[in-house]
């Protein structure tokens, strides 16, 4: 045999190891993509899961609020902190579509609660009951109208 044989044959040995490489990377970078793919729906999934979670408990307060079985001040409190929980596609102005809510909440959401209320004499917490009641009478009309909006979920969610 000729040394051009032997080049030819060592040339078309690299060639082929080369080939074997580049295609062995094309289908680790295919692998990858379909990882990738998956992750991606499958965070899309938990999202959606997560929101409908959300929506059930948003559908509960709405519903238990219009019957009077919960005051307007906890709905309020509640509703505004499970709606910046919910994954929009868009993110809303939620202040803007529930003026009533997130304006009773921006009124009372500095009252303290659970054992911060505990440490306050009895005047004081009659008087933040009497100022939360107040805010609540001025807001109710509007939160009434915003309960029935929240109830028709008509929002941009991730779907």
Same mark, same amino acid.
Request: charged residues 25%.
């Given at each position: 045999?000729?040394?051009?044989?032997? =080049?030819?044959?060592?040339?078309?040995? !690299?060639?082929?190891?080369?080939?074997?490489?580049?295609?062995?990377?094309? *289908?680790?970078?295919?692998?990858?993509?379909? /990882?990738?793919?998956? #992750?991606?729906?499958?965070? &899309?999934?938990?999202? !959606?899961?997560?929101?409908?979670? #959300? *929506?059930?408990? #948003?559908?509960?307060?709405?519903?238990?609020?219009?019957?009077?079985?919960?005051?307007?001040?906890?709905?309020?409190?509640?509703?505004?902190?499970?709606? %910046?929980? =919910? %994954?929009?596609?868009?993110?809303? %102005?939620?202040?803007?579509?529930?003026?009533?809510?997130?304006?009773?909440? +921006?009124?009372?959401?500095? &009252?303290?609660? &659970?054992? /911060?209320?505990?440490?306050?004499?009895?005047?004081?917490?009659?008087? =933040? %009951?009497?100022?939360?009641?107040?805010?609540?009478? +001025?807001?109710?009309? +509007?939160?009434?109208?915003?309960?029935?909006?929240?109830?028709?979920?008509?929002?941009?969610? !991730?779907?």
């Amino acid at each position: 045999m000729s040394l051009n044989m032997f =080049l030819l044959m060592g040339a078309a040995l !690299i060639i082929a190891g080369l080939a074997f490489y580049a295609g062995r990377l094309l *289908w680790m970078l295919k692998a990858q993509g379909e /990882a990738q793919q998956r #992750i991606k729906e499958q965070k &899309h999934q938990r999202a !959606i899961e997560k929101n409908e979670k #959300i *929506w059930l408990s #948003i559908d509960t307060i709405c519903r238990a609020t219009q019957q009077g079985q919960c005051c307007s001040s906890e709905a309020a409190i509640r509703l505004c902190v499970l709606l %910046d929980h =919910l %994954d929009f596609s868009e993110r809303p %102005d939620l202040a803007s579509q529930f003026p009533g809510i997130h304006g009773l909440y +921006q009124a009372i959401k500095h &009252h303290p609660t &659970h054992s /911060a209320r505990k440490s306050y004499s009895k005047k004081e917490i009659r008087q =933040l %009951d009497q100022e939360r009641e107040q805010f609540e009478q +001025q807001f109710e009309s +509007q939160i009434q109208l915003d309960l029935s909006q929240l109830l028709k979920k008509q929002l941009p969610l !991730i779907a």
